[in-house]
């Protein structure tokens, strides 16, 4: 029986408007699973446009039976993209990191987060009519508050945030609604992760 996985987010989990299989948690899944690591395909609670709390209602109503071998949690642009402040950003996500490493059965050392992109460089970004500025200075806050609390619980970060910006305009990159990313990004996505999960996964301790 393989390793369990769960992957919690929003549409860049879920993988809005590409195939199941081009979700970078399943990309991530099928390349452990090519190394020799037997993670089964995630079980996503994730939705697109879901901020920190709608995720955390989300996990309730959904209530998985843990413990999981692996969990990945990716949450923030929606907050950013609302406007929410970022103190309750950090409140929040410390609060879903503290459920993330329950569901890992309490190891902090099988938990995964990955930063979230800078929506500001894609096509839909750019004619939104919002200063890209301050998007890319938000997009850096909230990822580092992010960074800074996973750190400071054991949790290994993944920051992806420059792919985005040197990808985000390459039409190959973005799916067809202009905004979020194709199968080709989230596997560059996939590729970074890789060896953190693969230490995290081969870690008996």
């Given amino acids: 029986m393989g390793l369990s996985y769960l ?17 970078w948690p399943h990309q991530l899944a099928a390349a452990l699973r090519a190394q020799g690591i037997a993670l089964g395909d995630p ?29 990945s949690l990716l949450i923030g642009v929606n907050n ?13 996500f410390q609060a879903l990191l503290q459920r993330a490493i329950g569901f890992a059965g309490g190891r902090a050392d099988r938990v995964l987060v990955l930063s979230f992109p800078d929506w500001g460089t894609t096509p ?10 301050q998007i890319e200075l938000e997009t850096d806050e909230f990822n580092a508050a992010a960074e800074v609390i996973s750190t400071q619980q054991g949790v290994a970060f993944v920051d992806i945030t420059d792919i985005s910006r040197d990808t985000g305009a390459d039409p190959a990159m973005i799916a ?15 590729a970074r992760a890789l060896p953190v999960a693969a230490h995290l996964l081969g870690r008996t301790d």
Avoid at 56 to 64: L, Q, S, T
Avoid at 80 to 92: F, I, M, N, S, T
Avoid at 124 to 133: F, H, K, P, V
Avoid at 176 to 190: C, Q, V
């Fill in 7 to 23: 992957a919690l987010g929003d549409s860049y989990t879920i993988g809005e408007a590409v195939a199941v299989d081009g979700r």
């Fill in 43 to 71: 079980q996503t609670i994730a939705t697109t446009g879901w901020t920190t709390d709608e995720l955390d209602a989300g996990i309730n109503d959904v209530a998985p039976q843990g413990p999981f071998d692996f969990v």
């Fill in 80 to 92: 950013q993209y609302r406007g929410r402040p970022l103190d309750e950003y950090q409140v929040q």
């Fill in 124 to 133: 839909y970004g750019a004619g939104s009519g919002r200063d890209l500025g």
């Fill in 176 to 190: 067809e609604d202009g905004l979020h990313p194709s199968a080709r990004m989230y596997a560059l996505w996939s």
